[in-house]
C-alpha cells in the first residue's frame, strides 16, 4: 500500500525527469519532452491542490493555512509561468528563461515538501489515512491522463487550452468525460 507521500514523491521525481529531458535536449528534439514536461507539472500542481493542499491545512492545525497560502501562490506563480513559456517555440532563448524561472520557483516547492510537509502530514494521520489519501491522489491523476494514454501529452493546443482553464474546470471535465464513456 503506497502512502501520500510516496504519491507525491514520484511525481516530484517525474517532473524533475522531464524538466532535466527537456533542458538537455537538443532545440530540435524538444517539442515533446516540452509538451511531457507541462503536462506532468500542470497535471500535478491540479492533484495537488484537490488532494496535498486540503490535507495539509486539514492536519497541520498550527501551520495547515498558512501552508495552503503558500502551495496556493505556488500554484498561481507556477502555472502562469507554463502559460507563458508555452508561448514559445523551444528554439527561442525566451523558452529557456521561461523554462528556468519555473525551475527557480519548482525546485524550493518540492525541496519543502519533501523535507517538511510530507513528514509532518504523515506524522499527524494514519497509515490508513494515509493509505486513503494516496489513492485519491492517485485516482485523480489517473482520471486526467487516461485521455493520453500511460506516458503520453496532450498536444500543444490542448495543453493551451488545459492551462487557461480554471483548476476546478479541468477535473469536471475528465469526470464528465470518464462518465461518458461508461455509457
Known sequence: ???????????????TEAYHAISSAETEDRHSPRNKFIWALDRYLRVEDLVLTPALEQH???HGHQRRQRLSDDFESINSKLRHMQRFDPAQESF???????????????????????????DNISENESTELSNKYNRIKDMLQKPYGKD????????????????????????????MEEF
Not at 502512502?3 to 516530484?12: E, L, P, Q
Not at 496532450?154 to 477535473?171: F, G, K, N, V, W
Open 1 to 15: 500500500m503506497s502512502r501520500i507521500s510516496d504519491a507525491v514523491k514520484a511525481d516530484h521525481a517525474l517532473i
Open 96 to 122: 529557456n528563461s521561461s523554462l528556468h524561472a519555473i525551475w527557480v520557483d519548482l525546485q524550493p516547492h518540492v525541496l519543502e515538501e519533501e523535507r517538511s510537509d510530507l513528514h509532518r502530514l504523515e
Open 152 to 179: 503520453g501529452a496532450p498536444d500543444s493546443r490542448i495543453l493551451t487550452a488545459i492551462l487557461e482553464m480554471p483548476r476546478q474546470d479541468l477535473i469536471v471535465k475528465a469526470w464528465v468525460d470518464r462518465v
Open 60 to 62: 497541520l492545525a498550527s
